[in-house]
């Protein structure tokens, strides 16, 4: 009788814990954009461009420490990866000027990166069997959501209790927690003969000439700008744009009475609706077209944020919106590392993922600086909407011709 290998291992499981650790600790970042604007009375673009930078070198760490973890092993880069997100988040906590703060942040970004789903995928790949791959990636990625449902409400909660700075402390202390899950992070190399033969400059050379890699990189760029212009700024955006919650309504017989409190439930809604959106994406990766999953992913998105932004902001449209950009959210990310996988295979997973990881923070790095720059100048984000309607049907369209069809390995030297 064949023995089929296991859908969750240890491996998965402490993959799971650290990207959902990281990623709860993200995803709270837009709850201190009015805290630490009102108190140093900054312009809102003075922390959006300190969030911006946090993206833009998570997604030139990502690649960095892809890289170092194929070289000098997984473990360490998460172990690096946990210290610069600590420090980063440590010295901001002491930071009263923009520069500092934004200076802080590349340590943060960084940190997300040596954490986040560059290393942690590339891992949980390799430890999954064929059959198994597309819904790993997919469980892992969903781990992040997970993360963004109880980070932004927890961020929240703490601004009750202790001050901002004291609440960026308490969120060193618990990425440091998550180096405790490391022994169980213990990956065999599911990599063929022939890949391992391969050098890193071999596999780059060949995807870098590859039209296809190119698409996919250049088809990310928007998935970036919307998730970290939304993460960063739909907070701020439902708190002063939002119609009033109705007294004794659903949301205030929640304990939902303020604007601010909607702000933060919407992050954890949309990562709530996430986990099931980007489970089911790996589980129809594992059959259909994983450029068709994608293509149709970025129209729905571009139809949800469209409709959206026509519509009068209610706290009813509010939901609505988190709910259906929610189940869309991280969706794209087992899809988009599984076709590179799929393609290129799993050696240089980390590193060839990281790279096509950085054209999605060029676009986070965008979305987050030009919703607070655009803010700033008309005083409302209408316009960054439609810039990231724009792009997400732009990401829809050159998925398309990607050719799926693996190319040929360098023969062996």
């Not at 007294?247 to 709530?272: E, H, R």
């Given at each position: ?119 942690i995928l590339a891992v949980v790949g390799r430890a999954a069997s064929d059959e198994n791959r597309s819904m790993a990636l997919a469980i892992a990625t969903a781990a992040g959501s997970a993360g963004q449902v109880f980070g ?262």
């Amino acid at each position: 009788m064949e023995h089929k290998a296991p859908l969750i291992t240890p491996v998965l499981i402490a993959g799971c814990i650290i990207i959902m650790t990281g990623f709860a600790i993200r995803a709270s970042f837009g709850v201190f954009q009015i805290p630490i604007a009102t108190e140093f009375n900054w312009l809102r673009s003075e922390f959006s461009l300190a969030i911006a930078i946090q993206n833009l070198a998570w997604g030139i760490g990502q690649p960095i420490f892809g890289a170092i973890a194929e070289k000098v092993g997984d473990r360490k880069a998460i172990v690096l990866g946990a210290l610069s997100y600590a420090a980063g988040l440590l010295l901001s906590a002491g930071a009263t000027t923009p520069v500092a703060h934004q200076m802080y942040e590349i340590l943060v970004g960084f940190g997300i990166a040596g954490t986040g789903f560059g290393v942690i995928l590339a891992v949980v790949g390799r430890a999954a069997s064929d059959e198994n791959r597309s819904m790993a990636l997919a469980i892992a990625t969903a781990a992040g959501s997970a993360g963004q449902v109880f980070g932004a409400p927890l961020a929240e909660y703490l601004l009750t209790l202790m001050t901002w700075q004291m609440v960026f402390v308490a969120f060193a202390g618990l990425i440091l927690s998550v180096l405790m899950v490391l022994p169980m992070m213990r990956s065999p190399s599911m990599a063929s003969k022939a890949e391992l033969d391969e050098s890193m400059g071999t596999i780059l050379i060949r995807a870098f000439k590859d039209p296809s890699y190119t698409l996919i990189f250049l088809g990310f760029f928007s998935c970036g700008y919307q998730l970290a212009f939304i993460t960063a700024h739909f907070p701020a955006f439902v708190t002063e744009m939002c119609g009033p919650i109705m007294a004794g309504g659903m949301l205030d017989n929640m304990g939902v009475s303020t604007t601010s409190a909607l702000g933060a439930v919407a992050i954890s809604l949309i990562g709530l609706a996430n986990i099931g959106g980007t489970l089911l994406a790996g589980h129809l990766g594992k059959t259909y077209s994983k450029k068709y999953l994608l293509a149709a992913i970025y129209t729905g998105r571009t139809i949800i944020a469209a409709a959206f932004i026509m519509m009068p902001i209610t706290p009813t449209t509010v939901i609505l919106f988190s709910i259906g950009m929610g189940t869309l959210w991280l969706a794209t990310v087992p899809l988009t590392s599984g076709l590179v996988a799929h393609l290129y295979g799993l050696r240089y997973m980390g590193t060839l993922y990281g790279i096509v990881f950085f054209s999605h923070q060029l676009g986070s790095f965008m979305g987050v600086w030009l919703g607070g720059r655009l803010y700033d100048i008309y005083g409302t984000y209408t316009h960054v909407w439609w810039v990231g309607v724009a792009v997400g049907a732009f990401s829809a369209i050159v998925h398309l011709p990607i050719k799926e069809r693996r190319a040929p390995l360098a023969a062996a030297t």
